[in-house]
């Protein structure tokens, strides 16, 4: 058993190691004795918490009193919507529910390292990795949707005469920008996870607070940051080149 593995994960992996080997060989893998990995179970868990948050709250919205869990996503929605007018414009409703998962997702794997015995699966590089992909294909999606073969255009620069130097520009430039929301979300998650877990384990727990409160701004900075970013993207590949 590694010796970093969660209780969570050993629980998968005694427990579940058929179901695990199942999945891994639908991708040509050999079957391995402890199939789950830590970041993998830590995003099962986050999705699980998701769903049960949400049909908590289904059967008590109210518009008359509302309770706290309600007022809690209420304040987020009203956020994120926010995020949208401005970014993409009045349009912008039809990627909602993009960007709310997204960025639900990112912010609850970048918080639930604090919680003891849970770790943040977004201080895996194969997180970030997927959640970068994810909105790499969905703004190219996107462009698609709204511009049908036009879309290359946005590839080709405002003068046709440019074309033959700005395709390839372009083409590195979007190759960049799933690396780029990768490294960004790894790199300060690790950094923040890392940085807390030390100060853990050499001092009191008072010293760490300050360290936790941190790593909480930066959790929510980068999953804000993420989502940003990513409305950016999808305007950009929404809009319609005249």
């Known amino acids: 058993m590694p010796e970093s593995e969660l209780f969570v994960t050993k629980f998968f992996n005694d427990y579940l190691a058929g179901a695990g080997n199942a999945l891994i060989g639908l991708v040509g893998k050999p079957a391995v004795e402890r199939p789950w990995a830590d970041f ?10 998701l769903v049960i948050a949400v049909a908590l709250l289904r059967p008590r ?11 809690f996503f209420e304040l987020i929605y009203g956020f994120i919507n926010q995020q949208t007018e401005e970014q993409v414009g009045h349009g912008g409703h039809k990627f909602f529910a993009y960007f709310g998962t997204i960025f639900i ?9 604090l919680v003891p015995c849970f770790e943040s699966p977004t201080m895996n590089a194969s997180v970030t990795c997927g959640c970068a992909l994810a909105t790499f294909f969905y703004y190219h999606l996107v462009g698609i949707q709204a511009n049908g073969f036009a879309y ?5 620069g ?34 923040g996870e890392q940085v807390t877990m030390v100060f853990l384990k050499l001092t009191l727990f008072a010293v760490p607070v300050v360290f936790m409160g941190l790593h909480l ?12 970013l990513t409305m950016v993207y999808v305007s950009s590949a929404a809009a319609h080149e005249h």
């Open 61 to 71: 919205l109210s518009s008359d009193r509302p309770g706290a869990l309600q007022q």
């Open 217 to 228: 701004f930066v959790g929510a900075l980068q999953a804000y940051i993420f989502m940003l």
């Open 40 to 49: 993998v179970v830590m995003q099962i868990v986050v999705a699980l918490l």
């Open 105 to 113: 997702f990112i912010l609850t794997c970048n918080l639930i390292g």
């Open 158 to 191: 405002p003068m046709w005469w440019l074309a033959w130097l700005m395709f390839p520009i372009e083409i590195v430039s979007h190759l960049a920008r799933p690396l780029s929301l990768t490294v960004r979300l790894y790199a300060n998650m690790f950094a």
């Open 152 to 156: 290359i255009k946005h590839f080709l």
